[in-house]
């Protein structure tokens, strides 16, 4: 008879996994010890390991004033801008912002969110001279945008450069394409970015004829659209009257006007008939 196999106790097995947990937590210690910042892609600036306040049940850390002085003085010398009424990509805002403010000394221009945009200025006398001339009109100088439009279904044979430049001029002009278009990855649709002018009327979809003279209607999404005021043809993007039901001063003008026409006397019947 052959030598029976001894199988190890359960206490054996749990001894063996108590030691395997403490020498991977030693490993893990190691590793973070030797921790080479410098060895990360897209590595920012390095942390370290301040231990949390304990009391009760409660776990917590107290931020004080001198742990972010730094971020504070950073950005003081911004302002906060928001564009009422429908949002423009945020390159649109970034480029309308530049080309409005850049005489005062722009730093960074970021997006926060819905819409909200915040500007750092280089000086304190930068940011006030932006403040000191109060509300921008978001229309007065901008007359093209560059808005990102999606071309789906779009057959990959029709992705090469001269293709989608094409494509893109039965639109408007265009610029280029996106990452995921340029690597053929996502080829559910394809992606570019083309400049428009503000008053124009976009089309939902578009025709060419292929490489076997066949006509193709092409459908076209647009990630952004400028909505005009059918009264006044101004850009409702750009106009804070237009916040809320969206209409502009034309519109209200004529309300009131029709308004006072009705007269008091107009809901007022003799002898069952209107005054």
Known sequence: MGKRTRVPSLKAIMAKEAQERIAATQRGKQEAHNFDIGKV????????????TNQGKSTYVEIELNDIDTEI????????????????????????????WRKHGINKIV?????????RFDTEVGQNK??????????????TVSIWIKLPGLDFKYWSPKGLSKLGSLIAKPLMVDQNTMRKVGLNFARLMVEVDMNATLPDTINFRN????LVEQKVT?????????????????????????????????????HKGRGPTSSRKKDGRAQ
């Open 111 to 119: 997006m926060l969110k819905n819409g909200v945009v915040m500007v």
């Open 222 to 258: 647009y990630e952004w659209k400028s909505t005009l005021c059918t009264s006044c043809k101004k850009n409702m993007v750009t106009q804070r009257r237009f916040v809320g039901r969206r209409i502009c001063q034309k519109q209200r003008s004529r309300r009131r006007i029709n």
């Open 211 to 214: 490489e076997k003279g066949q």
């Open 41 to 52: 892609v897209n590595a920012g600036f390095k942390l370290e390991y301040i231990a949390p």
């Open 130 to 143: 932006v403040f000191q001339a109060g509300i921008y009109h978001f229309n007065k100088e901008l007359h």
């Open 73 to 100: 003085e950073y950005w003081k010398n911004s302002v906060i801008c928001y564009v009422l009424g429908a949002h423009p990509p945020f390159e649109v805002i970034k480029g309308f912002i530049q080309r409005i």
